[in-house]
């Protein structure tokens, strides 16, 4: 099973919030303070400690569109998908322009199947903000899910455009190439995804099983021991790399049968 990449956006309203609780604590100071800890939070994947500390800032501040999209994404994390998507649409109900909030949501709504208005989401990230290539990114995924791949292929070159070093967008450009068959521009794009990224364990997956179509076990064998390597519970490139062992050695059986014929 192949699984796009996506890269979601957080919005931090200051880096230095912290610092604020040495001057004047007015509560939208604390607020700010209190996002940027359940940010820092979420960051380690302490989703519980993280939409406490944006509850607090909300207290604080309940009109603070950064983070009810902070608490969204951290919902989400935990599969709240009704929840995050009101704090979504609550942040920009409050701030309409908020393209952040439209990719986020967006990305919740593929990651459920409604890939049609995630689409929506994505363009409307874009109409606010041209330049966010994770949006244009997530957009091509929405559309390779519905069968458009030649735009999918356009919002892929327009993120690269934009972000050069985005591993996520040679993934996904990637992941449309294989499927049309063009095995070696496929590889190219994960090989390139790869060396931005090398945690990037879908790639290197991917990758191997192009190697492996392609008749390289060799190589094949060393994609697949890199993603389990990034990702020891990628259960998925444990069997395909037996299965890619059983036909090294089946070959290697078979070479090693073959003796070159007497003369009589």
Not at 155 to 161: G, K, P, S, T, V
Not at 229 to 243: D, K, M, S
Request: glycine share 4%; with cysteine.
């Amino acid at each position: 099973m192949r699984i796009a990449t996506w890269e979601s956006l957080v919005d931090m309203a200051l880096a230095d919030g912290d610092e604020l609780l040495t001057t004047e604590s007015t509560n939208i100071q604390r607020a700010v303070a209190a996002n940027n800890r359940g940010y820092d939070a979420a960051g380690k994947k302490q989703y519980d400690l993280a939409i406490a500390k944006f509850n607090e800032a909300l207290e604080l501040h309940a009109t603070y569109p950064e983070a009810l999209n902070n608490r969204a994404l951290a919902k989400a994390a935990q599969h709240l998908v009704e929840d995050a998507l009101a704090d979504f649409d609550r942040a920009i109900e409050l701030k309409p322009e908020f393209s952040t909030a439209y990719n986020n949501r967006g990305m919740v709504l593929h990651e459920i199947g409604d890939y049609r208005r995630a689409l929506g989401d994505f363009s409307k990230a874009i109409d606010w903000n041209p330049r966010l290539a994770p949006a244009f990114s997530n957009r091509g995924i929405s559309r390779t899910a519905l069968g458009d791949f030649e735009s999918a292929i356009g919002d892929f070159n327009r993120a690269i455009e934009l972000q050069p070093r985005f591993a996520p967008a040679f993934f996904n450009r990637g992941f449309v190439l294989a499927g049309w068959d063009r095995l070696d521009a496929a590889i190219k794009d994960y090989t390139r995804a790869i060396e931005l990224d090398d945690e990037l364990a879908l790639a290197w997956f991917c990758r191997g099983d192009l190697w492996r179509s392609k008749g390289d076990s060799h190589r094949a064998i060393f994609d697949y021991s890199s993603a389990i390597a990034t990702n020891a519970n990628f259960v998925l490139a444990q069997l395909h790399r037996a299965e890619a062992q059983e036909e090294l050695s089946k070959s290697e059986q078979a070479a090693q049968t073959v003796r070159p014929s007497r003369k009589l």
